[in-house]
């Protein structure tokens, strides 16, 4: 009897050591999943991923130690994106980053309760992610790319003072894309350009497309619009042949082939939608954090490009995107 009082004793403490392991805090806690999800990767979406993981790791959140990054692509075919937002969020993510309005858009329509980060979304209310820029008091907030379109067509009547038809070409079927369309027109309404808009509704439009805007127009101005950025040099080898500049919204798609541009650091956009991204699993709710703006754009100049049409760099560009900016040559 004495030996089972024994036996019976240690095995309360057995018992009582394990429950105070698991809800002592002694047991491995989980490590917390982030989820990214993007639309399709082309440089511009790739200097955003990396400033992204970079920040993650200077806020001490390293990819496969402390933190699980689950990556999904929809390698352009939307498609795709509902059912990976779907397993990302039946992962358990405790934060989706949705890079791309589609991406985030699938996110957003998949949960209510998993924070959503956005990033590279142009205008989150008019895509229906948010009510309020501001008092967002929902599960989503982010960091938007919109572009300053004032100052880039600014630069491009420097580059074209002779210009009389502009044309803008973008694609339908991205609400960023459209967004961005909107404000070129409004303000080149505003500063007396006399704009043509052309439009596709895929990649696979944007040669024949293109190559006709081309015939019509001086120059070619081109939104946020990530199927045209994965197909730039498409647009560049008929600009070339048609031998006019196209300024296009990001560094990457100058580096490409544009000629100049005044263009968001997608590097930072990154950066910043990290930032959020780790206040959020700090505790912090989306709903209390208004959407930031990464408003102020670079110079980007593609000196060679330039040459090759044959354009005049207008005085001290060459110059402030040296100093301020990014030179390509």
């Not at 039946?90 to 980053?97: A, G, L, M, Q, T």
């Not at 938007?144 to 580059?159: H, M, N, V, W």
């Amino acid at each position: 009897m004495k030996r089972m009082y024994t036996l019976i004793a240690l095995l309360v403490t057995f018992l009582g050591v394990a429950f105070f392991k698991e809800n002592g805090g002694f047991v491995k806690q989980r490590v917390p999943k982030v989820g990214v999800l993007t639309l399709m990767h082309h440089p511009a979406l790739g200097q955003i991923y990396k400033g992204y993981v970079h920040e993650l790791a200077r806020e001490g959140y390293h990819n496969g130690k402390n933190i699980k990054i689950e990556y999904e692509n929809a390698n352009g075919d939307q498609s795709n994106l509902k059912t990976m937002a779907s397993k990302l969020v039946n992962d358990n993510c405790s934060v989706i980053y949705g890079i791309t309005t589609p991406a985030a858009q699938a996110v957003a329509n998949s949960t209510t309760k998993t924070p959503i980060v956005l990033g590279a979304v142009t205008d989150p209310k008019s895509a229906g992610l948010i009510k309020n820029n501001r008092h967002l008091g929902g599960n989503i907030s982010g960091v938007s790319d919109q572009a300053p379109i004032k100052e880039q067509l600014g630069l491009i009547k420097r580059f074209m003072p002779k210009m009389k038809t502009l044309g803008v070409i973008y694609t339908s079927s991205d609400a960023s894309a459209v967004a961005g369309y909107h404000q070129i027109k409004r303000e080149c309404k505003q500063m007396g350009i006399n704009l043509k808009a052309y439009s596709i509704a895929n990649s696979n439009d944007l040669n024949q497309v293109s190559e006709q805007m081309l015939q019509e127009v001086d120059a070619a101005i081109v939104p946020t619009d990530n199927t045209i950025a994965g197909a730039m040099q498409t647009l560049v080898k008929n600009a070339n042949a048609a031998n006019k500049p196209v300024f296009p919204a990001s560094d990457t798609m100058v580096k490409q082939g544009g000629v100049a541009t005044y263009s968001v650091n997608q590097y930072e956009l990154g950066v910043r939608s990290a930032k959020m991204t780790v206040a959020i699993l700090k505790g912090k709710k989306p709903a209390n954090m208004p959407i930031e703006y990464v408003r102020h754009g670079e110079p980007v100049l593609n000196l060679k490009q330039a040459r090759r049409l044959h354009l005049q760099v207008p005085q001290g560009f060459e110059h402030e995107a040296k100093t301020k900016g990014e030179i390509y040559q």
